[in-house]
């Protein structure tokens, strides 16, 4: 995409929080050697270019300043992939929770 990004379009920014050096050394090795970066969603308050400066307001009125980095993100999260030791009680736990004993297999 090229040219100017409308104000008011939903968007999302980067912003790096923490340099590499600047990490808590608790931090597991790996991850003391990368940046802290966040991302946030939100509505772009004036014209602006990616990977430009822009400022965006949220849905809960915050405003942040951040590098423009997509045009209509998308909401991509999950929990991860199923445990089988979970799936496999899911059923006991659930007639355990509402009272009902479980039948012998």
């Known amino acids: 995409m090229s040219g100017l990004i409308e104000k008011g379009s939903w968007v999302e920014i980067e912003r790096i929080l923490l340099h590499p050096g600047e990490r808590a ?3 597991p090795e790996d991850t003391h050697q990368v940046s802290l970066v966040m991302r946030v969603k939100g509505f772009l308050v004036e014209p602006g270019a990616l990977d430009d400066m822009a400022e965006i307001e ?3 009125g915050r405003r942040l300043m951040g590098v423009l980095v997509e045009v209509n993100p998308r909401y991509c999260h999950s929990f991860g992939e199923p445990l089988p030791e979970l799936t496999a009680i899911a059923g006991e736990v659930r007639s ?7 039948a012998d297999d």
């Open 25 to 27: 050394p608790q931090v």
């Open 58 to 60: 949220t849905p809960t």
């Open 96 to 102: 355990m929770l509402s009272g009902e004993e479980m």
